[in-house]
């Protein structure tokens, strides 16, 4: 009698910590997206989805969702691109992998936010290094106002993203590829297969389910991902770069519109849970297929 | 055969280059900027003309980040050490035991990963005003212990199922408890994998930013990656070669840290990702 009931003890303190600071402050924001709020944080009077509708009347939120998407969409691909052939390199063997493997993984050790200051010192139109080192490699020959305008900061932003989300993806396929047997590859090479056939028919399928978990965790943190933005532009000029991120917080924090910021909490909340079951749904239909 | 490895050697690195020196591009830019002298940060050169190492002491001074590096100790301390003692018992419980509910706990720690500080910010914002804990530092680290506690079951889930059984199986054939087991045979082996977490959770709590930002007044009370912040934010003068200085002494422990360990993150993460 006393076993069946340990694992639930055991499993216990954690549930309930991580259950009260989720579900209470949920509980919080879904009372104050349906309620009209002052801008000291009263609850007045219950509106249903007049927060909501108000939001999408409301340009520059659309803008930023539109902006999440652009944002996301590249981060993530951008990311998974680049990450797939550093992880094939680094899982190979050759002189100086160990110094290779931690210069790609700095950028997961430096907090987001101190890279980002940096990344808006760098990027400074007169002082900055990035100009200046674009200038001694002769290819540009005036200076961009990098972060003074969207069109070049947003850009810049995604590229910053990129960079420090490869760390990650590299460490999953890596843990990936490790798990591929090396005889599959030998035997492959006996029948004839060149590498690229190798990659294709051996590699890729078996990298499979780690690609998967990358894109599903990577969208879920870049989709989240505050400082980048916050730190470089605070979603500025003008609000031309902001994010759901940002701008929930710009509502909630600057402009004392709680109601409306709760709303963006949890229409992005219901974005998250529709795009994780839609994937898991199309990931198990294929593995059945499979 | 010696040769062939130096040749793929060469073309490899010669493939990295370019993903390496976009990395390495800001570290360089901060180190740089981080030992120029206060008339030189404001012109772009790649080698200043003097290496001031006199700003580093200048920065502690005039920065208070002696204060900000005690308050992130104590909150990433703290942090790991809350995260750590609650996620294990629960980890042991996912690797050992089969149980109805499992697979939904499993599943609550995924959401609770989804719903992240900054999709909650404004309900913990309004908890932690009820509470009356705004600019409390242990109010910080109870948030960032619960916000850990999904990683941390992850990893060491993963880990603990790769301990052979038959060692603890040996030992209650011979006579002792499941707790003596657990104590005197499966935590030892642990050990390992109980370190990494922990340090992986210390650097996660180190450098979260957006819960701090929200919920700490007084600059008493900013932890690094805030103090950072507000030397840039906000101001129209900003000592760049000061930020920078900080910066680089607010990360680079954490950074050799990291180089030594992320060996075992493949590991750890890679497993518990696809099971």
Not at chain 1, 48 to 75: E, Y
Not at chain 1, 93 to 105: E, K, S, T
Not at chain 1, 245 to 272: C, H, N, P, Q
Not at chain 2, 70 to 85: D, E, F, K, P, W
């Amino acid at each position: 009698m006393s076993r069946s009931f340990t694992p639930y003890f055991l499993i216990l303190p954690s549930f309930l910590l991580a259950a009260a600071i989720v579900l209470w402050p949920l509980k919080e924001i879904v009372s104050l997206a349906t309620h009209d709020v002052n801008r000291f944080g009263m609850l007045r009077d219950f509106v249903g989805l007049a927060n909501f509708q108000s939001l999408f009347r409301d340009p520059d939120f659309l803008n930023a969702l539109w902006r999440t998407l652009i944002w996301t969409v590249g981060v993530v691909l951008g990311t998974l691109v680049i990450s797939t052939p550093i992880a094939l390199i680094l899982n190979e063997d050759f002189y100086g992998r160990g110094l290779a493997r931690i210069l790609i993984m700095l950028p997961w050790a430096v907090s987001l936010t101190m890279t980002a200051v940096i990344w808006r010192w760098a990027l400074n139109g007169e002082s900055g290094m990035l100009n200046s080192a674009l200038r001694d490699l002769g290819l540009m020959d005036q200076n961009i106002q990098w972060l003074a305008q969207a069109a070049t900061a947003f850009p810049m932003q995604i590229l910053i993203g990129v960079l420090v989300s490869i760390p990650f993806t590299v460490t999953i396929f890596l843990g990936g590829l490790s798990s591929v047997p090396d005889d599959l590859y030998d035997a492959a090479a006996i029948e004839g297969a060149g590498s690229w056939d190798q990659f294709r028919l051996i590699t890729l399928p078996l990298l499979r389910p780690f690609i998967n978990i990358a894109f599903v965790l990577n969208t879920i943190y870049v989709f989240n991902s505050f400082p980048i933005i916050w730190a470089t532009t605070q979603g500025g000029p003008a609000n031309s770069t902001d994010i759901l991120v940002t701008y929930l917080y710009k509502l909630g924090f600057r402009l004392g519109r709680l109601g409306d910021a709760a709303a963006v909490s949890l229409i992005m909340f219901a974005i998250l849970l529709v795009f994780t079951m839609v994937y898991v749904r199309l990931a198990m239909r294929e593995e059945q297929a499979a | 055969m010696r040769r062939r490895k130096l040749l793929r050697s060469l073309v490899f690195w010669v493939l990295l280059s370019p993903i390496v020196v976009a990395i390495l591009f800001p570290y360089a830019v901060m180190l740089i900027t981080a030992l120029k002298s206060p008339t030189e940060v404001h012109d772009p050169t790649w080698w200043p003309s003097e290496w001031r190492w006199r700003n580093f002491p200048e920065m502690w001074e005039t920065s208070g980040f002696a204060p900000a590096l005690l308050n992130s100790l104590y909150v990433a301390g703290l942090t790991t050490l809350g995260a750590i003692v609650i996620s294990i018992p629960a980890a042991y419980a996912l690797s050992r035991f089969r149980f109805v509910g499992r697979g939904a706990f499993s599943q609550f720690l995924l959401v609770s990963q989804m719903l992240s500080p900054i999709v909650l910010v404004i309900g913990l914002f309004r908890l932690v005003v009820g509470l009356g804990a705004i600019d409390n530092l242990s109010a910080l680290t109870v948030i960032y212990i619960a916000f850990n506690i999904a990683f941390c079951v992850w990893m060491l889930q993963s880990y603990f199922a790769t301990i052979p059984r038959d060692l603890e199986e040996a030992a209650w054939l011979e006579g002792a408890g499941r707790v003596q087991t657990l104590i005197s045979v499966f935590l030892p082996l642990a050990t390992p994998a109980m370190v990494v977490t922990a340090i992986f959770t210390f650097i996660n709590a180190w450098n979260e930013f957006v819960i701090a930002l929200t919920m700490l007044r007084r600059e008493d009370n900013y932890t690094l990656p805030l103090r950072v912040f507000s030397l840039v934010a906000g101001r129209y003068t900003v000592d760049w070669h000061y930020v920078m200085a900080a910066a680089f002494v607010a990360s680079a422990p954490v950074a050799v840290i990291f180089a030594w360990l992320q060996r075992y993150l493949v590991r750890g993460l890679a497993l518990g990702a696809v099971k």
